[in-house]
């Protein structure tokens, strides 16, 4: 099941204009970014997924994913903004997973935003989110 929520959220993520607009095209990855990857990005992955059963059988998946913005930037104004467009996308909004909605896509919790230094000597900066996405089975 966690891959077809990652192809829905890549989907989603990528679909929307303001968003790209705001990276400067598709840059979404799963997991990491590839080396040498243009700032600003996006990054999601899987947490966990435990399952909840009813009767012995999995009735749903209830994953949490984690999302992160990275810029390298002094700033993390930038990285704040592609955030708040991820979140407007995402919390309780509809997500279409293997042709059937999720039964619940919310953000759970905000994640600090970390200042960093990337193999360059740029500053980089991030903000993220952590979003519950529970998928039936």
Do not use: K
């Amino acid at each position: 099941m966690s891959n077809a929520v990652a192809t829905a959220l890549y989907g989603t993520l990528v679909a929307d204009s303001t968003l790209t607009t705001l990276l400067g095209g598709s840059r979404v990855y799963q997991d990491m970014a590839p080396q040498g990857s243009d700032y600003p990005f996006v990054v999601f992955g899987l947490i966990t997924a435990p399952d909840a059963y009813t009767f012995g059988g999995r009735a749903w998946t209830d994953g949490m994913w984690q999302i992160r913005a990275y810029d390298a930037s002094a700033s993390s104004a930038l990285a704040g903004s592609v955030m708040d467009r991820v979140d407007a996308l995402l919390t309780d909004q509809t997500l279409t997973v293997g042709g059937t909605a999720a039964l619940v896509v919310r953000r759970t919790e905000s994640l600090p935003n970390l200042p960093e230094v990337n193999e360059a000597g740029q500053p980089i900066r991030s903000a993220g989110a952590r979003f519950q996405i529970g998928v039936g089975a």
